[in-house]
Antibody, heavy 122, light 107 residues
Framework: EVQLLESGGGLVQPGGSLRLSCAAS????????MNWVRQAPGKGLEWVSA????????YYADSVKGRFTTSRDNSKNTLYLQMNSLRAEDTALYYC???????????????WGQGTLVTVSS | AIQLTQSPSSLSASVGDRVTITCRAS??????LAWYQQKPGKGFKLLIY???SLESGVPSRFSGSGSGTDFTLTISTLQPEDFATYYC?????????FGQGTRLEIK
């Protein structure tokens, strides 16, 4: 069974940093792109970042570009999101999601983790 | 960046109804669209990918159609467990974009 387990969320002051992790199991981690998606309380979904299967290519939403860095360790089956210069508007539940399988090979998401909550507040 | 306009934002319907949700892209995205269901406390479930491919295990009452800029998600006969929030997602270009969501409520 494919499982994604996020960790590392918590309360941080504006301007602070936090590193999220997503431990993957049940599939060949190094074969799939991985993603971070967030959902602010009571709001819709915002894609944050993606990283290619090899880790050689990364992509970011404009709202986090230059502040967040996505990486992966394929030897540890783990995805990371380093978040710096955090702002109140970064407060959200952060999900990791695996690239889906089959079809066109595009980057739809299946499955998703259960999320880890990041709260940016003084 | 591509924009996705999902409508309606909320919808009241009854068990047994046929429901359609639309997603319009600001520019052509071929068939690079997925649909997700979110239930409170239960996370996200992939329903449809590549605009019309039904994910394994998803009931056949769910269907997707469209290409280019206009897409629809149809639930042919609403069941009690279908009351949830639905999102479309384009993956043709980065940045990946989600629609604003459609909250499907019981009438």
């Amino acid at each position: 069974e494919v499982q994604l387990l996020e960790s590392g969320g918590g309360l941080v002051q504006p301007g602070g940093s936090l590193r999220l992790s997503c431990a993957a199991s049940g599939f060949t981690f190094s074969s799939y792109a991985m993603n971070w998606v967030r959902q602010a309380p009571g709001k819709g979904l915002e894609w944050v970042s993606a990283v290619s299967a090899s880790g050689g290519s990364t992509y970011y939403a404009d709202s986090v570009k230059g502040r967040f860095t996505t990486s992966r360790d394929n030897s540890k089956n783990t995805l990371y999101l380093q978040m710096n210069s955090l702002r109140a508007e970064d407060t959200a539940l952060y999900y990791c999601a695996k690239q889906g399988e089959g079809g066109s090979g595009g980057n739809w998401f299946d499955p998703w983790g259960q999320g880890t909550l990041v709260t940016v507040s003084s | 960046a591509i924009q996705l306009t999902q409508s309606p934002s909320s919808l009241s319907a009854s068990v047994g109804d046929r429901v359609t949700i639309t997603c319009r892209a600001s520019q052509g995205i071929s068939r690079a669209l997925a649909w997700y269901q979110q239930k409170p406390g239960k996370g996200f479930k992939l329903l449809i990918y590549d605009a019309s491919s039904l994910e394994s295990g998803v009931p056949s009452r769910f269907s997707g159609s469209g290409s280019g800029t206009d897409f629809t998600l149809t639930i042919s006969t609403l069941q009690p467990e279908d009351f949830a929030t639905y999102y479309c997602q384009q993956f043709n270009h980065y940045p990946i974009i989600f629609g604003q969501g459609t909250r499907l409520e019981i009438k």
